[in-house]
């Protein structure tokens, strides 16, 4: 069966800060992934997506990134963190672009 | 453009009754998919059902069901007999197979079952 892992599971860093954050998907080849952030009142915003390794789109601009340097393997960064990058980050994999996404268990992310 | 909207923001009801969450979508493509998740405490989305928008088929799981209507761009969901596990925050979620391509999520509905 297939898994999603995240980590870490809460992370609190200054402003200014790097980040990374990496998610794993285990018992599937070449999923579709996905970066998600819900902010406080539960809205869930779609940062960036992935049909394959080296393939990034981005769906809103922000000062994050996403890499994906193996096939099953999405990291979300950042150079400088601002207090507005605060809130809970899902990673996601589907077997496609029109198929129900699976999400992992979330990273609470608190910039000070 | 895409949108789903939860109305309902927050609903309690007692366990063993029946809820009624709704869920009312746009979209101006024909091939479209609508989604279910369930969101616990915990903060994990958990899928809970996908029906294409060819399929107005209703479709019951356990004391969970689905009511799908293209004429009212509704996708209901119910739960019969709640239990307080059920407490959740529950978001309908809308694939388009147009350009967007993208799951549009509704702002959620949290569910509160009291003992």
């Known amino acids: 069966s297939q898994t999603i892992h995240q980590w870490p599971a809460t992370l609190v860093q200054p402003v200014g800060s790097p980040l990374s954050l990496e998610c794993t998907v285990e018992?599937?080849?070449?999923?579709?992934l996905y970066w998600y952030r819900q902010a406080a009142g539960r809205g869930l915003q779609l940062l960036f997506y992935s049909v394959g390794i080296g393939q990034i789109s981005s769906e809103v601009p922000q000062n994050l990134s996403a890499s994906r340097p193996q096939d099953r393997q999405f990291i979300l960064s950042s150079k400088k963190l601002l207090l507005s990058d605060s809130g809970f980050y899902l990673c996601a994999w589907s077997t496609g672009l029109l198929y129900e996404q699976y999400f992992g268990p979330g990273t609470r992310l608190t910039v000070t | 453009a895409q949108k789903v909207t939860q109305a309902q923001t927050e609903i309690s009801v007692v366990e063993k009754e029946d809820v009624t969450l709704d869920c009312v979508y746009e979209t101006r493509d024909t091939t479209y998919y609508l989604f279910w998740y369930k969101q616990p405490p915990s903060g994990e989305l958990v899928f809970l059902i996908r029906?294409?928008?060819?399929?107005?088929q209703n479709e019951i799981s356990g004391r969970y069901s689905w009511n799908f209507q293209k004429s009212t761009s509704s996708f209901n969901f119910t739960i019969t007999a709640s239990q307080v596990v059920d407490s959740a925050v529950y978001f309908c979620?809308?694939?388009?197979?147009?350009?967007?391509?993208?799951?549009?999520f509704g702002s959620g509905t949290q569910l509160t079952v009291l003992p």
């Open positions: 979620a809308l694939l388009s197979s147009g350009s967007a391509r993208q799951l549009t």
């Open positions: 029906r294409n928008s060819f399929d107005e």
């Open positions: 018992g599937t080849s070449n999923p579709n």
